[in-house]
């Protein structure tokens, strides 16, 4: 018999109550937060498309690390605007470069926090494509090697992981090889394993100057309409020596998260990315939303699917909205 012996209700009378059968916990520890590191000086240039993101010159990065130990985050991905592009995207690898400089400036401000950096060629290549380009495509073994030596400068400088998010096939073994090879062992590759083709990414190429000049990246993200695809993939990234999975976007494939995560049952990322943190925030100024139980809810929602880990520009926020309460 159920009503009304059963009465769900019982146990959301009270917000202790709610507490005590809550299945799902988010905390600062589960978080990463991107920063956009830019070329110059003094530089803290808000991005118009994601309100509260800004490029920052390495010299600004004193008062980030405050904030993040403020807010109790533990984690930092780290994106680079170079001044320079070319074909090749040499700046991405080089000794110098405004990540390399980064990693080091971040280590001596704050040297527990776990610096992980995206590895891609798209903010570095004048055509903005993530690999070599040839006759229209984008070539998948000539680019290997480049995201080999771009890894291998950002362990130089210090990095706990690398993220590779270009999406070429056999990139994780190419990383992994590379790292060994220089007696990195302990430096830790995050793969973009599941990253689809989304259009939620159109902020991000604002921040980060990364659009492609001419077609899309269909050729190498994935189609939005896979899931056993993703399975795959995620498959394929952990025998190559993928040490933590990521699914990107988060929001629109809670699915995905879910199945990874069942399947593997290893540590997952997922990406809450520029464009479910644009759409809140537009719809906040507008008032039609409440940012904060927004976020939250959504942030709840991709732990409860199964990641363990979020990426998120809300990262900076939680801990101060979580002491606020859920709602
Ligand atoms: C680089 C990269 C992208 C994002 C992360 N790394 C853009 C893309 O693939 O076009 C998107 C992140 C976001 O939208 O927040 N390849």
Redesign the pocket.
């Known amino acids: 018999m159920s009503f009304p012996r059963q009465r769900p209700r019982r146990l959301r009378s009270t917000e202790n109550v709610r507490k005590m059968v809550r299945e799902t916990e988010l905390s600062p520890d589960h978080l990463i937060a991107?920063l956009f590191l830019i070329e110059g000086k003094d530089i803290e240039r808000p991005i118009q498309s994601m309100p509260g993101q800004y490029q920052l010159s390495v010299d600004r990065l004193e008062g980030w690390t405050e904030k993040l130990n403020e807010s109790q985050v533990r984690a930092v991905l780290l994106?680079g605007i170079p001044a320079l592009k070319d074909p090749e995207g040499t700046e991405a690898w080089r000794e110098d470069g405004v990540v390399q400089r980064g990693i080091t400036r971040l280590r001596q401000l704050s040297p527990n926090l776990v610096i992980i950096t995206?590895v891609?060629l798209?903010?570095y290549t004048d055509h903005g494509h993530?690999g070599l380009v040839r006759e229209g495509k984008v070539l998948n073994d000539e680019t290997l090697p480049l995201l080999a030596k771009v890894s291998l400068s950002h362990a130089h400088a210090g990095a706990d992981f690398v993220a590779p998010?270009?999406m070429m096939d056999g990139r994780v073994r190419a990383i992994r090889d590379a790292l060994d090879e220089e007696n990195f062992f302990d430096v830790g590759i995050l793969s973009?394993a599941v990253?689809y083709a989304s259009s939620?990414?159109g902020?991000?190429?604002e921040a980060?100057q990364?659009s492609p000049s001419f077609g899309d990246?269909r050729t190498h993200?994935m189609d939005p309409a896979n899931l056993f695809e993703a399975l795959e993939e995620a498959r394929l990234d952990l025998e190559e020596g993928a040490d933590l999975l990521m699914v990107?976007p988060g929001l629109p494939y809670l699915d995905v998260i879910r199945e990874v995560k069942r399947t593997f049952q290893r540590p997952l990322a997922a990406?809450c990315?520029?464009?479910e943190y644009a759409m809140v925030k537009a719809a906040a100024e507008k008032g039609w939303l409440e940012e904060r139980t927004t976020a939250l809810e959504i942030l709840t929602s991709l732990r409860r699917a199964g990641a363990d880990l979020v990426i998120t520009y809300w990262s900076l926020d939680v801990a101060k909205w979580l002491a606020q309460g859920t709602r």
């Open positions: 991107p994106f995206d891609c798209c903010a993530c998010s270009d973009y990253k939620f990414y902020p991000f190429r980060a990364s990246r993200q990107k990406y990315v520029s464009g």
